[in-house]
């Protein structure tokens, strides 16, 4: 069975770090680019990051570039979002996504999706 399980979420104030984990299973994850896809209350999916899956070489949206670092361990199965300096604006639901072909920028470019982890940025 494919997993894809987010963690790491929760409650911080503005200024503040979290790290998020993505715990991969039952697919080679190695073989996979993955993407960071967000979406906040009341909009649609907002992809984030993205990961190659043989140089790690990496790309960000403008709205988290410089503040956010995707990252991965194919050893460990796990991606990973650094995200420091969090904004009120980053509230949203966090996925991974494990990227098939196409445009980054569509849901429908991905073979597998988490559950989401939430995250709230307030003071």
């Known amino acids: 069975e494919v997993q894809l399980v987010e963690s790491g979420g929760g409650m911080v104030q503005p200024g503040r770090s979290l790290r998020l984990s993505c715990a991969a299973s039952g697919f080679t994850f190695s073989l996979y680019d993955m993407s960071w896809v967000r979406q906040a209350p009341g909009k649609g999916p907002e992809w984030i990051s993205h990961i190659n899956r043989g140089d790690s070489s990496t790309v960000y949206a403008d709205s988290v570039k410089g503040r956010f670092t995707i990252s991965r361990d194919n050893a460990k199965n796990t991606l990973y979002l650094q995200m420091n300096s969090l904004k009120p604006e980053d509230t949203a639901l966090y996925y991974c996504?494990?990227?098939?072909?196409?445009?980054?920028?569509?849901?429908?470019?991905?073979?597998?999706w988490g559950q989401g982890t939430q995250v709230t940025v307030s003071s």
């Open positions: 996504a494990a990227y098939a072909s196409g445009n980054v920028y569509s849901t429908n470019s991905y073979d597998y």
